[in-house]
């Protein structure tokens, strides 16, 4: 039977990315997806500006709408509109991401097996990359992950035609302060807008109703979305082992979704270059470190604003409709400041506020 250098379980945008990086690096790459693509995944297909810049290969070629337009919205309600200086999110449909990126590890040389799951007890190669997603199982049968905490989400579609496209081309709608633990949004796409609310994992029960008052808003009924569907947001804690000597993990698998923006795209990216180079220099006990050093004060951050929104949302909506907040979070969109910590002068006022509304006991 022929040997890998690295088995990669999952092939989503950090398997499929983890394994062009191995490839390049000169590794010989085994990668499995139980999916046969091209394959959804329930999931709002935004790859904001930073997520975009770190993806090894060009996804220009999948990208439906650019969105340089941003509406906050307060509780179906007091809105700001804020208009940002270039494309801050890239919309793609994750149907077409993923075989995107699947098609370049192939062309990479990757060999990849689709509809295929595999032991990794008994797998032939000497190194495990779980990228199996939030549901994912390599996780624990190599000894890693645990101690995550669950969100969840919940998307579907309505063509233009059913909703105007001159409201939505170009813009991002994000419904703050309703659902608790998450927002609300409407994302443009080529023929279509997506919209989703993401919550704690305890709203799971109640996601519909999140769902439908936010197709209420905007003029809908939620019979008429079309491809309905739900997925978890998992949220690693410091306790979640990712990485022992024969295995390790990355984007879902690995917990990487960002706490207030449900995002993991970026994630995934960042991860599967920190695991591909600590996989081609023989150090897979460094890769953890490596990750808190890149994630660590952005999801840090991203915790404290979550608290903030969760607990004093009409107060963290003063601060989240003004223009010098804006201004930092077109920063962070756009990868020009990698967390909020290193945003400088008078723009840190808005963001100590949100600091202190979430130390407040
Ligand atoms: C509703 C929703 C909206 C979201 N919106 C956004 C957004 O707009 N922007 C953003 O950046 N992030 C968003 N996210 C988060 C984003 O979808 C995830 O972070 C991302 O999909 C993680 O990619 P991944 O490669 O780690 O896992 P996945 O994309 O889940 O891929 C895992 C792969 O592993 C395969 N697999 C699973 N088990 C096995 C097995 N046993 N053997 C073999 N293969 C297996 C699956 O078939 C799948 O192809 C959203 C999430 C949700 C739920």
């Given at each position: 039977?022929?040997?890998y250098d690295v088995l990669v379980v999952g092939g989503g945008p950090a398997g499929s990315t983890t394994a062009i990086r191995l490839a390049e690096g000169g590794a010989r790459v085994l990668l499995v997806d139980k999916a046969i693509f091209p394959r959804d995944k329930p999931c709002g297909g935004g790859l904001t500006t930073r997520a975009f810049a770190q993806c090894p290969v060009d996804p220009t070629p999948v990208v439906e709408d650019e969105v340089d337009v941003v509406e906050l919205r307060f509780?179906?309600?007091?809105?700001?509109?804020?208009?940002a200086s270039s494309p801050v999110i890239r919309m793609t449909q994750r149907r077409w991401l993923d075989a995107f990126l699947l098609a370049a590890a192939r062309e990479r040389g990757v060999e990849v097996r689709e509809g295929t799951t595999i032991d990794t007890a008994t797998a032939p190669a000497d190194v495990i990359v779980g990228a199996d997603g939030a549901n994912g199982t390599t996780a624990k049968s190599v000894g890693l992950g645990g101690g995550i905490v669950q969100g969840v989400a919940y998307e579907g579609n309505v063509p233009y035609g059913t909703v105007a496209r001159e409201r939505y081309a170009h813009r991002a709608v994000v419904e703050l302060a309703d659902i608790p633990g998450g927002y609300g949004w409407v994302?443009?796409?080529?023929?279509?807008?997506?919209?989703?609310?993401?919550?704690w994992q305890e709203e799971g029960p109640r996601i519909r109703e999140h769902l439908a008052r936010v197709c209420n808003a905007h003029g809908l009924d939620p019979s008429q979305l079309d491809a309905l569907r739900g997925h978890r947001l998992p949220l690693r804690r410091a306790a979640t082992r990712l990485a022992n000597e024969r295995a390790l993990l990355v984007g879902d698998a690995a917990g990487l979704i960002d706490p207030v923006s449900g995002d993991g795209m970026y994630e995934c990216f960042?991860?599967?270059r920190l695991a591909a180079e600590a996989i081609l220099a023989g150090t897979l006990a460094?890769?953890?470190?490596?990750?808190?050093?890149a994630l660590g004060r952005l999801h840090g951050a991203s915790w404290k604003l979550k608290r903030a929104l969760d607990r004093w949302p009409r107060a963290s909506w003063r601060v989240a409709r003004t223009r010098l907040l804006w201004g930092s979070v077109e920063r962070l969109l756009l990868g020009d400041v990698g967390s909020p910590g290193e945003v400088t002068g008078a723009a840190r006022v808005p963001?100590?506020?949100?600091d202190a509304l979430a130390r407040i006991p």
């Open positions: 039977m022929q040997r509780r179906f309600g007091d809105s700001v509109v804020r208009q994302f443009p796409k080529g023929d279509h807008v997506n919209v989703g609310v993401g919550a960042v991860s599967s460094a890769y953890p470190a490596k990750l808190d050093a963001l100590r506020v949100l």
